[in-house]
């Protein structure tokens, strides 16, 4: 569970940056805002270690830049909030199973 409480928050960090990024569309030298947290998510689960819950790191963007400096592709922004948010549907549903089980556990004792 704490993996998937890992996983939700590096997705929430990550709606944020999004949301950051479109909204700066047409801000002058703006450059748009990257979340990775699935490396250090998927390292750690793979050793067998408990994921440390944060938002992942948040770098600035290195793509071309347009010639106001601006470098967010609305298009790309709105393919990552859309999977972004399906990834966190899925991940809800999973941490729901989970407790789904909880439950059904408790109350057949």
Do not use: C, W
Not at 1 to 19: K, W
Not at 67 to 90: F, H, K, P
């Amino acid at each position: 569970m704490t993996a998937l409480h890992s996983a939700l928050t590096g997705l929430a960090e990550r709606q944020r940056v999004t949301a950051d990024n479109i909204a700066n569309v047409n801000t002058p030298g703006f450059l748009a805002g990257r979340t990775n947290f699935e490396n250090a998510l998927k390292s750690a689960v793979g050793n067998g270690a408990t994921p440390a819950v944060s938002g992942g790191t948040v770098s600035r963007s290195l793509e071309p830049t347009n010639t106001n400096g601006n470098n967010v592709n609305l298009d790309s922004e709105t393919v990552i909030a859309t999977e972004t948010g399906l990834r966190y549907q899925l991940a809800l549903n999973a941490l729901d199973g989970k407790y789904s089980l909880l439950r059904s556990a408790l109350r057949t004792s």
